[in-house]
């Protein structure tokens, strides 16, 4: 049982916009810590794709944005490629454990 | 780039230990802007962190393995290394090493991952 929640699976035709959402409480994403966005290709490990729930690290498609309000997150994807799908896993600081908490992933099917 | 190389066995025996060592490519790994930590993902399932460990030797460890978990740094190598004792078939996992960065709190590099099994 993941401490964020996210969709199981989102899909999208070439070209169109999804958005994935990240619930958490009042212990992480609630209580001020920043989201943060990894994209998983398969047999890989994770990669930063969004930081500090709005920004792109250098090399990362403009195409990929991230957002933050209360105790929930989302990452948006728009102009979908067939090179996106792939699973998406947010993540936040938990205050009450001193430690990273995660979503349970989403996966990605550009139809 | 930074690079994080991971080293140790694929296949560990119930109820032994598990040990796995990551070195970093260069000496950030004494920088007091990072942590270091390790992450893992049964197969096919999501990822679940383990426990972080600072250049000082500070170390936090995930409540639900804390009391198996065992984190260790060395400067002089570059290395940071991990100790999960009396494992069972539930501790499959491919298991990822990765810095932490201390203030924004995002793991902004990853090691290549290694599986392990849990197996007689």
């Known amino acids: 049982q993941s401490v964020l929640t996210q969709p199981p699976s989102v899909s999208g035709a070439p070209g169109q916009r999804v958005t994935i959402s990240c619930t958490g409480s009042s212990s992480d994403i609630g209580g001020g810590s920043d989201v943060h966005w990894y994209q998983q290709l398969p047999g890989t490990a994770p990669k930063l794709l969004i930081y500090?729930?709005?920004y792109r690290p250098s090399g990362v498609p403009d195409r990929f944005s991230g957002s933050k309000s209360g105790t929930s997150a989302s990452l948006a994807i728009s102009g979908l490629q067939a090179e996106d799908e792939a699973d998406y896993y947010c993540?936040?600081?938990?205050?009450?454990?001193?430690?990273?908490?995660f979503g349970g992933g989403t996966k990605l099917t550009v139809l | 780039q930074l690079q994080l190389q991971q080293s140790g066995p694929g296949l560990v025996k119930p109820s032994e230990t598990l040990s796995l060592t990551c070195t970093v490519s260069?000496?950030?790994?004494?920088?007091?802007?990072?942590?270091w930590g390790w992450i893992r993902q049964p197969p096919g399932k999501g990822l679940e962190w383990i426990g972080s460990i600072y250049y000082s030797g500070s170390s936090y460890y995930n409540p639900s393995l804390k009391s198996r978990v065992t984190m260790s740094v060395d400067t002089s190598k570059n290395q940071f290394s991990l100790k999960l004792t009396s494992v069972t078939a539930a501790d499959t996992a491919v298991y990822y090493c990765a810095r932490w960065e201390r203030w924004v709190q995002d793991l902004d590099y990853w090691g290549q991952g290694t599986l392990v099994t849990v197996s007689s």
């Open positions: 993540q936040s600081y938990d205050s009450s454990m001193s430690g990273l908490v």
């Open positions: 500090a729930n709005t």
């Open positions: 260069d000496n950030s790994i004494s920088s007091s802007s990072y942590f």
